[in-house]
Protein backbone atom coordinates (compact mmCIF):
# COMPACT_ATOMS: atom_id res chain seq x y z
CA UNK A 1 0.00 0.00 0.00
CA UNK A 2 1.58 3.17 -0.96
CA UNK A 3 1.48 5.82 1.96
CA UNK A 4 1.34 9.55 1.59
CA UNK A 5 4.45 12.00 2.71
CA UNK A 6 3.97 15.71 3.10
CA UNK A 7 6.31 17.52 2.40
CA UNK A 8 6.92 21.79 2.71
CA UNK A 9 10.41 22.64 1.11
CA UNK A 10 12.28 25.77 2.30
CA UNK A 11 11.94 28.31 0.13
CA UNK A 12 10.08 31.32 1.76
CA UNK A 13 9.51 35.12 0.45
CA UNK A 14 6.30 36.36 3.28
CA UNK A 15 5.15 35.10 6.59
CA UNK A 16 2.46 32.76 5.00
CA UNK A 17 4.81 30.55 3.82
CA UNK A 18 7.69 30.54 7.06
CA UNK A 19 8.85 27.34 9.32
CA UNK A 20 5.52 27.45 11.59
CA UNK A 21 3.40 28.35 9.00
CA UNK A 22 4.43 25.54 6.69
CA UNK A 23 4.05 22.81 10.21
CA UNK A 24 -0.05 24.08 9.95
CA UNK A 25 0.04 23.07 6.40
CA UNK A 26 1.68 19.69 7.38
CA UNK A 27 -0.87 19.26 10.30
CA UNK A 28 -3.89 19.78 7.96
CA UNK A 29 -2.56 17.75 5.57
CA UNK A 30 -1.87 15.18 7.18
CA UNK A 31 -5.47 14.82 9.24
CA UNK A 32 -3.98 16.14 12.65
CA UNK A 33 -7.26 17.03 13.57
CA UNK A 34 -8.90 13.63 12.76
CA UNK A 35 -6.30 11.43 14.99
CA UNK A 36 -6.53 13.57 18.36
CA UNK A 37 -9.42 13.57 20.27
CA UNK A 38 -10.61 16.03 23.14
CA UNK A 39 -8.97 15.06 26.22
CA UNK A 40 -6.50 13.28 24.84
CA UNK A 41 -3.39 12.84 26.89
CA UNK A 42 -0.92 13.98 23.92
CA UNK A 43 2.65 12.91 23.71
CA UNK A 44 4.55 15.36 21.95
CA UNK A 45 7.48 12.75 21.36
CA UNK A 46 11.19 15.11 20.56
CA UNK A 47 14.92 15.16 21.69
CA UNK A 48 15.50 18.33 23.98
CA UNK A 49 19.52 17.77 22.74
CA UNK A 50 22.67 16.94 24.35
CA UNK A 51 23.82 20.04 26.47
CA UNK A 52 26.17 21.81 24.13
CA UNK A 53 24.25 20.60 21.16
CA UNK A 54 22.79 23.45 19.21
CA UNK A 55 21.44 21.86 16.16
CA UNK A 56 18.26 19.94 17.95
CA UNK A 57 14.79 20.96 17.14
CA UNK A 58 14.35 25.03 17.87
CA UNK A 59 11.72 25.44 20.46
CA UNK A 60 9.72 27.90 18.30
CA UNK A 61 8.76 24.77 15.76
CA UNK A 62 7.79 22.32 18.74
CA UNK A 63 5.90 25.70 19.82
CA UNK A 64 3.30 25.61 16.85
CA UNK A 65 3.30 21.85 16.87
CA UNK A 66 1.77 22.26 21.05
CA UNK A 67 -0.42 25.07 19.88
CA UNK A 68 -1.88 22.92 17.31
CA UNK A 69 -2.60 19.98 19.31
CA UNK A 70 -4.27 22.42 21.93
CA UNK A 71 -6.17 23.67 18.88
CA UNK A 72 -7.94 20.31 18.92
CA UNK A 73 -8.80 20.31 22.48
CA UNK A 74 -6.14 18.26 23.29
CA UNK A 75 -3.85 18.18 26.58
CA UNK A 76 0.07 18.29 24.78
CA UNK A 77 3.17 17.57 26.48
CA UNK A 78 6.75 17.15 25.64
CA UNK A 79 8.53 14.08 26.16
CA UNK A 80 11.52 11.80 26.35
CA UNK A 81 13.35 9.42 27.91
CA UNK A 82 16.95 8.83 29.52
CA UNK A 83 19.91 8.20 28.12
CA UNK A 84 22.13 5.41 28.64
CA UNK A 85 25.20 6.63 28.41
CA UNK A 86 26.53 9.71 31.10
CA UNK A 87 26.02 12.81 29.68
CA UNK A 88 23.09 15.56 30.64
CA UNK A 89 20.39 13.27 30.12
CA UNK A 90 21.10 10.36 32.27
CA UNK A 91 18.55 11.35 35.01
CA UNK A 92 15.40 13.31 34.97
CA UNK A 93 16.47 16.35 36.81
CA UNK A 94 19.06 16.93 34.78
CA UNK A 95 17.64 15.48 31.70
CA UNK A 96 14.67 18.58 32.86
CA UNK A 97 17.45 21.29 33.16
CA UNK A 98 19.06 20.10 29.60
CA UNK A 99 15.93 20.71 27.52
CA UNK A 100 15.37 24.48 30.09
CA UNK A 101 18.55 25.43 28.99
CA UNK A 102 17.62 24.74 25.42
CA UNK A 103 14.67 26.94 24.96
CA UNK A 104 12.00 24.66 25.98
CA UNK A 105 10.47 26.00 29.19
CA UNK A 106 6.88 25.64 29.98
CA UNK A 107 6.22 29.31 29.58
CA UNK A 108 8.19 28.88 26.30
CA UNK A 109 6.26 25.90 24.54
CA UNK A 110 3.17 26.26 26.49
CA UNK A 111 3.31 22.71 27.88
CA UNK A 112 5.07 20.80 30.65
CA UNK A 113 7.33 18.35 30.18
CA UNK A 114 7.52 15.00 30.82
CA UNK A 115 10.17 12.29 31.25
CA UNK A 116 8.44 9.33 30.36
CA UNK A 117 10.87 6.62 32.17
CA UNK A 118 11.06 8.26 36.01
CA UNK A 119 13.90 9.51 37.86
CA UNK A 120 16.10 6.67 36.23
CA UNK A 121 14.50 5.71 33.23
CA UNK A 122 13.15 2.38 35.35
CA UNK A 123 9.03 3.34 34.67
CA UNK A 124 8.49 0.96 31.62
CA UNK A 125 5.67 -1.35 30.71
CA UNK A 126 6.43 -4.88 28.42
CA UNK A 127 5.08 -4.66 25.38
CA UNK A 128 4.67 -8.08 23.66
CA UNK A 129 5.87 -8.22 19.63
CA UNK A 130 7.05 -11.62 19.09
CA UNK A 131 9.44 -10.98 16.73
CA UNK A 132 13.08 -12.00 15.92
CA UNK A 133 14.91 -10.55 18.05
CA UNK A 134 12.75 -9.77 20.82
CA UNK A 135 9.54 -11.07 22.22
CA UNK A 136 8.80 -7.98 24.28
CA UNK A 137 9.98 -4.52 24.05
CA UNK A 138 10.35 -2.26 27.25
CA UNK A 139 8.55 1.11 26.67
CA UNK A 140 8.78 4.26 28.91
CA UNK A 141 5.42 3.95 31.10
CA UNK A 142 4.30 7.74 30.15
CA UNK A 143 4.41 7.67 26.40
CA UNK A 144 2.98 4.01 26.77
CA UNK A 145 0.17 5.53 28.72
CA UNK A 146 -0.46 8.35 26.44
CA UNK A 147 -3.72 8.65 24.74
CA UNK A 148 -2.02 9.65 21.14
CA UNK A 149 1.43 11.02 20.22
CA UNK A 150 3.04 13.38 17.60
CA UNK A 151 6.49 12.05 16.54
CA UNK A 152 8.88 15.32 16.06
CA UNK A 153 12.06 14.02 14.29
CA UNK A 154 15.50 15.38 13.42
CA UNK A 155 17.04 13.72 10.60
CA UNK A 156 20.77 13.04 10.89
CA UNK A 157 23.20 10.55 10.98
CA UNK A 158 24.36 8.42 13.36
CA UNK A 159 27.56 6.56 14.71
CA UNK A 160 26.10 3.65 15.39
CA UNK A 161 22.49 3.52 13.68
CA UNK A 162 24.19 5.09 10.70
CA UNK A 163 20.60 7.33 9.97
CA UNK A 164 18.65 8.62 12.60
CA UNK A 165 14.75 9.18 11.83
CA UNK A 166 11.17 8.34 12.68
CA UNK A 167 11.74 4.88 13.79
CA UNK A 168 15.12 5.85 15.16
CA UNK A 169 13.00 8.36 17.30
CA UNK A 170 10.81 5.99 18.44
CA UNK A 171 13.25 3.25 19.50
CA UNK A 172 15.93 4.51 21.84
CA UNK A 173 13.61 7.73 22.12
CA UNK A 174 10.43 5.49 23.67
CA UNK A 175 12.35 2.84 25.49
CA UNK A 176 13.45 2.68 29.23
CA UNK A 177 16.67 1.93 30.50
CA UNK A 178 16.61 -1.73 30.47
CA UNK A 179 14.92 -1.29 26.92
CA UNK A 180 17.66 0.97 25.35
CA UNK A 181 19.91 -1.82 27.13
CA UNK A 182 17.98 -4.61 25.37
CA UNK A 183 19.00 -2.88 21.96
CA UNK A 184 22.39 -2.22 22.26
CA UNK A 185 23.68 -5.53 23.32
CA UNK A 186 27.15 -4.64 21.81
CA UNK A 187 29.99 -5.22 23.10
CA UNK A 188 33.38 -3.60 22.63
CA UNK A 189 37.23 -4.13 22.67
CA UNK A 190 40.54 -3.12 23.30
CA UNK A 191 43.38 -2.92 21.23
CA UNK A 192 46.12 -2.32 24.08
CA UNK A 193 49.15 -1.80 21.01
CA UNK A 194 46.55 1.69 20.41
CA UNK A 195 45.21 2.45 23.90
CA UNK A 196 47.87 5.43 25.30
CA UNK A 197 46.36 4.45 29.12
CA UNK A 198 44.66 8.35 28.77
CA UNK A 199 41.65 6.52 30.68
CA UNK A 200 39.08 8.88 29.32
CA UNK A 201 37.23 5.60 28.29
CA UNK A 202 37.08 4.40 31.89
CA UNK A 203 35.79 7.75 33.08
CA UNK A 204 32.75 7.95 30.85
CA UNK A 205 31.49 4.35 31.57
CA UNK A 206 28.37 4.24 32.84
CA UNK A 207 28.53 1.21 33.64
CA UNK A 208 32.10 0.73 35.52
CA UNK A 209 33.01 -2.13 32.62
CA UNK A 210 36.25 -0.21 32.30
CA UNK A 211 39.28 -0.28 33.97
CA UNK A 212 43.01 0.96 34.11
CA UNK A 213 45.49 -2.08 34.08
CA UNK A 214 48.99 -2.81 33.33
CA UNK A 215 50.52 -4.14 30.32
CA UNK A 216 54.10 -4.83 30.27
CA UNK A 217 55.44 -1.35 31.40
CA UNK A 218 52.49 0.06 29.98
CA UNK A 219 49.03 1.42 31.25
CA UNK A 220 46.18 0.31 29.09
CA UNK A 221 42.53 0.71 29.31
CA UNK A 222 40.69 -3.26 30.10
CA UNK A 223 36.70 -3.83 29.61
CA UNK A 224 34.68 -6.24 31.33
CA UNK A 225 32.68 -7.37 29.03
CA UNK A 226 30.12 -9.05 31.63
CA UNK A 227 29.47 -5.44 32.42
CA UNK A 228 29.78 -3.11 28.90
CA UNK A 229 26.27 -2.02 28.30
CA UNK A 230 27.28 -1.48 24.47
CA UNK A 231 26.34 2.36 24.73
CA UNK A 232 29.81 2.69 22.69
CA UNK A 233 30.27 6.10 24.64
CA UNK A 234 33.90 5.29 25.43
CA UNK A 235 34.07 5.05 21.41
CA UNK A 236 33.05 8.31 21.17
CA UNK A 237 35.94 10.49 23.55
CA UNK A 238 39.18 7.36 22.41
CA UNK A 239 40.85 9.89 20.64
CA UNK A 240 43.42 7.43 19.51
CA UNK A 241 40.59 4.93 18.51
CA UNK A 242 41.65 1.81 20.38
CA UNK A 243 38.37 0.97 20.95
CA UNK A 244 36.32 -0.89 18.59
CA UNK A 245 33.86 -3.48 17.79
CA UNK A 246 32.43 -6.58 15.53
CA UNK A 247 30.54 -3.36 13.23
CA UNK A 248 29.51 -5.20 10.11
CA UNK A 249 27.78 -8.42 12.67
CA UNK A 250 26.84 -5.99 15.64
CA UNK A 251 25.53 -3.21 13.76
CA UNK A 252 23.64 -5.20 11.56
CA UNK A 253 21.79 -6.57 14.35
CA UNK A 254 21.17 -3.38 16.06
CA UNK A 255 19.81 -1.42 13.45
CA UNK A 256 17.25 -4.56 13.15
CA UNK A 257 16.45 -4.38 17.09
CA UNK A 258 15.57 -0.37 16.55
CA UNK A 259 13.12 -1.28 14.25
CA UNK A 260 11.39 -3.99 16.56
CA UNK A 261 12.10 -1.42 19.40
CA UNK A 262 9.60 1.28 17.42
CA UNK A 263 6.97 -1.24 16.65
CA UNK A 264 6.51 -2.46 20.40
CA UNK A 265 6.53 1.79 20.83
CA UNK A 266 3.21 2.44 19.06
CA UNK A 267 1.28 -1.21 19.84
CA UNK A 268 -1.63 0.56 21.86
CA UNK A 269 -1.62 3.29 19.93
CA UNK A 270 -2.50 2.63 15.89
CA UNK A 271 -3.67 5.08 14.19
CA UNK A 272 -3.38 7.64 16.70
CA UNK A 273 0.19 9.12 15.37
CA UNK A 274 1.63 11.53 13.25
CA UNK A 275 5.15 11.69 12.46
CA UNK A 276 7.10 15.11 11.34
CA UNK A 277 10.64 14.97 10.14
CA UNK A 278 12.52 18.37 10.31
CA UNK A 279 15.52 17.76 7.50
CA UNK A 280 17.21 20.78 8.46
CA UNK A 281 20.38 21.14 9.58
CA UNK A 282 21.58 17.33 8.57
CA UNK A 283 24.72 17.06 10.36
CA UNK A 284 26.41 13.31 10.72
CA UNK A 285 25.97 12.84 14.52
CA UNK A 286 22.50 12.16 16.36
CA UNK A 287 22.01 15.26 18.99
CA UNK A 288 23.33 13.04 21.85
CA UNK A 289 26.19 14.49 21.25
CA UNK A 290 27.70 17.66 23.34
CA UNK A 291 28.78 19.84 19.97
CA UNK A 292 27.31 20.10 16.44
CA UNK A 293 29.44 19.04 13.47
CA UNK A 294 28.55 21.53 10.33
CA UNK A 295 25.35 20.04 7.98
CA UNK A 296 26.46 17.57 5.38
CA UNK A 297 23.53 19.33 2.87
CA UNK A 298 21.50 22.23 2.70
CA UNK A 299 18.43 22.04 4.47
CA UNK A 300 15.89 20.34 2.30
CA UNK A 301 12.22 20.97 4.47
CA UNK A 302 9.76 19.20 6.63
CA UNK A 303 7.93 15.90 5.94
CA UNK A 304 4.48 14.74 7.87
CA UNK A 305 2.81 11.19 7.77
CA UNK A 306 1.00 8.65 9.68
CA UNK A 307 3.55 6.40 8.28
CA UNK A 308 6.66 6.05 10.38
CA UNK A 309 8.45 3.86 7.62
CA UNK A 310 7.45 5.85 4.40
CA UNK A 311 8.60 9.07 6.21
CA UNK A 312 11.80 7.85 6.97
CA UNK A 313 12.29 6.41 3.32
CA UNK A 314 11.28 9.95 2.06
CA UNK A 315 13.55 11.36 3.96
CA UNK A 316 16.65 9.18 3.25
CA UNK A 317 15.75 9.64 -0.82
CA UNK A 318 15.47 13.38 -0.13
CA UNK A 319 19.24 13.21 1.64
CA UNK A 320 20.87 11.15 -1.13
CA UNK A 321 19.43 13.04 -4.33
CA UNK A 322 20.48 16.31 -2.11
CA UNK A 323 24.22 17.81 -3.61
CA UNK A 324 26.64 17.74 -0.31
CA UNK A 325 28.19 20.82 1.14
CA UNK A 326 31.06 19.15 1.98
CA UNK A 327 33.33 17.92 -1.28
CA UNK A 328 32.17 14.33 -2.70
CA UNK A 329 32.23 12.99 -5.84
CA UNK A 330 29.12 13.82 -8.55
CA UNK A 331 28.68 16.63 -5.82
CA UNK A 332 26.91 13.99 -3.47
CA UNK A 333 24.45 13.57 -5.70
CA UNK A 334 22.25 10.44 -5.35
CA UNK A 335 24.99 9.28 -3.13
CA UNK A 336 24.25 7.56 0.03
CA UNK A 337 25.54 10.48 2.80
CA UNK A 338 24.94 8.71 5.95
CA UNK A 339 27.16 5.26 4.73
CA UNK A 340 29.04 7.50 3.22
CA UNK A 341 29.67 9.55 6.87
CA UNK A 342 29.48 5.66 8.69
CA UNK A 343 30.71 3.39 6.58
CA UNK A 344 30.26 0.39 8.87
CA UNK A 345 26.63 1.25 9.56
CA UNK A 346 23.59 -0.58 7.81
CA UNK A 347 21.11 2.70 8.31
CA UNK A 348 18.88 1.99 5.78
CA UNK A 349 18.26 -1.94 7.15
CA UNK A 350 16.33 -0.33 9.79
CA UNK A 351 13.69 0.99 7.13
CA UNK A 352 13.71 -2.22 5.21
CA UNK A 353 13.66 -4.14 8.24
CA UNK A 354 10.93 -2.41 10.08
CA UNK A 355 8.78 -2.46 6.78
CA UNK A 356 9.12 -6.01 6.85
CA UNK A 357 8.08 -6.62 9.91
CA UNK A 358 4.93 -4.47 9.22
CA UNK A 359 5.85 -1.10 10.88
CA UNK A 360 4.80 0.49 7.95
CA UNK A 361 5.50 0.97 4.00
CA UNK A 362 8.13 1.27 1.69
CA UNK A 363 6.21 2.35 -0.89
CA UNK A 364 5.31 6.58 -0.45
CA UNK A 365 3.62 9.23 -2.33
CA UNK A 366 5.40 12.76 -1.75
CA UNK A 367 2.92 15.58 -1.39
CA UNK A 368 4.37 19.01 -1.71
CA UNK A 369 2.51 21.66 -0.35
Not at 196 to 207: E, F
Not at 214 to 223: E, N, P, R, S, T
Not at 282 to 301: E, L, N, Q, R
Amino acid sequence: MTAKVYFADMHCRKQADNKTAKIEKLCEAVGLKNILKRDDLTAIKLHFGEMGNDTHLRPQLVRKVVDLVKQEKAKPFLTDTNTLYSGSRRNSVDHLNTAYAHGFAPCTVNAPIIIADGLHGLSQVDVPVNLKHFKETHIAREIHDADSMVVLSHVKGHEMAGFGGAIKNLAMGCASFWGKRAQHQTRVSMNHDICIGCASCAKVCPAHAISMTKDGDKKVAQVDQSKCIGCFECITVCEPKAITADWNTELYDFVERIAEYAYGAVQNKKEKVVFINFVLSVTPDCDCVSWSDAPMIPDIGILASTDPVAIDKASYDLVKQAQSIAPMENNGINIDKFSHRWGNTHGYRQIEYAAEIGLGSLDYELIKI
